[in-house]
Structure formats: structure tokens, C-alpha cells
């Protein structure tokens, strides 16, 4: 039969989806897991058909021109783009596809445990407890913000957004939104649209962010935005670090201008800000958005799914670039 095509796996990935990986293609795997630098991954792309990476693995323009002309897709396992020069890949003939849809409710999930662990000031407590500082129940002991009824104001009402409206909708809370795009009225599900991403924060009791990174939105979330939210409000943020000035809500984390944050991803990951370190009014995770079992297993199926319809002479179905 014909040879199966070569496939640089830039990590390790679930042992499923290694598996199948192994049955339809030569692979090359990432023995100790360790991220690959830009010449590393140009050198190990030395006879490779296609690449498997993620949302960590930075693919440049300088990389995707250093390539070898044998690779001829990269497959992300990852909805999120930005860390692919897309262009450059378009420039250079070679085929991108992400994985959108099946990470939706793990994500969702972590953004409203983010904004209710930020609220009721779950991190402090647990702080409070495994120190053996806690001497008992008091009435203004760890009093944090109410979430039932309250407004959520969601920005980028994609999958991601979508599905955190409908978690909220079980708080009876009232949901706003704001998208580059009004909602069809029978997703909108009552919904309010504000055409105005500016003009929505004067009533968001709780913010979270939903929109993808882009030159446009880096640090969407300044000093001057923050100034229109309630005092008191909450931040979410499960999308992109980049998205969030960090200066700037430190800043109003530490005046109490903004009572807590609840973030799942950072600029400059697995780095963290210093001016977080020190604040207890943050609940933070380590970019665990779509981390559960049957998520990660799904992501790489659907990566490799991209990569057969490819390799079979079909439109990958996630195709990007
Ligand atoms: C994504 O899919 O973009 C996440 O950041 C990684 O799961």
C-alpha cells in the first residue's frame, strides 16, 4: 500500500489519541514533553507530512517559512489560533485546522467555577483551612459577593460565550452581551445585545471574556474600561491572557475598585504577573479550561479527523488557513 504519511507530535497527547495517531500515520513523538523552541520544531520537522500542536507551541511566520517543504498541514489541538501565523501559512500553501465545539462546556464550566470561586472567596477559604488558620464560623468572616440575580455581561458570544449564558441562566442571572455580531434572536435565549462593548460595562456586576486574541483586542480589558464597571464588580477571564492589561487590574484588585478576578489564562503563561502573587482577591487556575478527560480526548480526535480528511484528498471540516 502507499506509505502512511509522517506526523511531528510537538507533545504528548492522551494516550487515545496517541494510539490512533500511531495507527494511521509514522509518527514522531516528544519523548520527555518538553516545549519545542522554533528551531528545534523546524529541525524535527525534517521529513515530516504534518504536525500536531497546541495552544502553547508559538508558530511564527519565521517558523512556518523555515519549515521543509514536506509538511503540508498543522493540526492544533487547540480552538484558539492566535499562536499560528495564519497568513504565513496561507502564504506558504500549508493547510491549518483548530478544534472548536468540543472544548465549549469544559470551558465554560471553569469560567463560571472561576467566577463563582472569585466571588464567594473559594481560594481564600481553602488558604484558610489547609494553613490551620481557620478558628471557626463568624458571622463577617470570608463575606464575598452574591451571584444569584446579579448581571453578567459576556464578552464574545461565540460557542464559549454561549455556553456560559446558559450556566448563568441557572443563577437566574441577567445576561448581557456583546459580540462583533448580533445573535440570531432564537440563540440570543433573552440575552440583551449591546452594540457598545464600552457602554455594556456600566452594568456588568460580573464581566467575563469570551473573544478570541487578535492585534485588536491585546489588553482589551485597560485602566479606562475598568473605570466603567460598577465598583465592586468581578472579572473572568478564560480566553487569552493577552486580552487583559495586567498593570491595570492589578491595580484595581489591590484599591478594591474591582472586589475579585477569576483568571485561567495569563500573558506571558506559565509566567505570572508578580502583582497577582501577593493579591487574595484573585482565583486563579493554570490554563485548565479544557482540561478534562473526555475534552482532551476529543480535541485530539478531532485534530486527527482534520488531518485524515487532508491526507484522504478532503476539506479538513476545522480548517483555518
Ligand atoms: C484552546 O483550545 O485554545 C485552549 O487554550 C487550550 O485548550
Not at 468540543?102 to 463563582?116: G, H, K, Q, R, Y
Not at 453578567?152 to 441562566?169: T, V, Y
Not at 482589551?220 to 487590574?249: F, S
Request: hydrophobic residues 45%; negative net charge; proline residues 5%.
Amino acid at each position: 500500500g502507499t506509505r502512511k504519511p509522517v506526523l511531528l507530535l510537538t507533545r504528548r497527547y492522551p494516550d487515545a489519541v496517541m494510539a490512533r495517531a500511531a495507527g494511521d500515520y509514522e509518527i514522531m513523538t516528544n519523548e520527555d514533553d518538553h516545549p519545542y523552541g522554533v528551531d528545534e520544531m523546524i529541525r524535527l520537522a525534517q521529513g515530516a507530512d504534518a504536525m500536531l500542536v497546541c495552544a502553547v507551541d508559538q508558530v511564527p511566520a519565521d517558523l512556518i517559512r523555515g519549515l521543509p517543504d514536506s509538511v503540508r498541514m498543522i493540526a492544533t489541538f487547540s480552538v484558539g489560533t492566535d499562536h499560528i501565523d495564519l497568513a504565513a501559512a496561507k502564504e506558504r500553501g500549508v493547510t491549518v485546522a483548530n478544534t472548536p465545539g468540543v472544548l465549549t462546556d469544559a470551558t465554560a464550566d471553569i469560567a463560571f467555577l472561576l467566577l463563582l470561586g472569585a466571588a464567594r472567596r473559594a481560594a481564600e477559604g481553602e488558604r484558610l483551612i489547609r494553613e490551620h488558620r481557620w478558628d471557626g464560623w463568624a458571622p463577617t468572616q470570608l463575606v464575598g459577593v452574591h451571584v444569584t440575580g446579579k448581571r453578567l455581561a459576556i464578552l464574545g458570544m461565540g460557542r464559549i460565550g454561549q455556553a456560559m449564558a446558559r450556566r448563568a441562566q441557572g443563577f437566574d442571572m441577567e445576561i448581557h452581551y456583546h459580540n462583533r455580531r448580533r445573535l440570531p434572536a432564537d440563540q440570543e435565549a433573552g440575552a440583551i445585545y449591546h452594540a457598545d462593548a464600552d457602554e455594556m460595562l456600566g452594568i456588568a456586576d460580573f464581566l467575563s471574556i469570551h473573544s478570541p486574541a487578535t492585534p485588536e483586542t491585546r489588553h482589551w480589558l485597560n485602566a479606562g474600561r475598568i473605570a466603567r464597571l460598577p465598583d465592586g464588580a468581578v472579572v473572568v477571564n478564560t480566553a487569552r491572557g493577552t486580552l487583559v492589561d495586567d498593570e491595570a487590574l492589578i491595580a484595581a484588585l489591590r484599591s478594591g475598585k474591582l472586589a475579585a478576578a477569576g483568571l485561567d489564562v495569563f500573558e506571558n503563561e506559565p509566567k505570572l504577573h508578580p502583582g497577582y502573587a501577593g493579591l487574595p482577591n484573585t482565583f486563579l487556575l493554570p490554563h485548565l479550561g479544557s482540561a478534562t478527560d473526555q475534552t482532551r480526548d476529543a480535541m485530539g480526535f478531532k485534530a486527527l479527523d482534520n488531518l485524515d480528511a487532508f491526507f484522504a484528498g478532503r476539506e479538513p471540516p476545522d480548517r483555518v488557513a
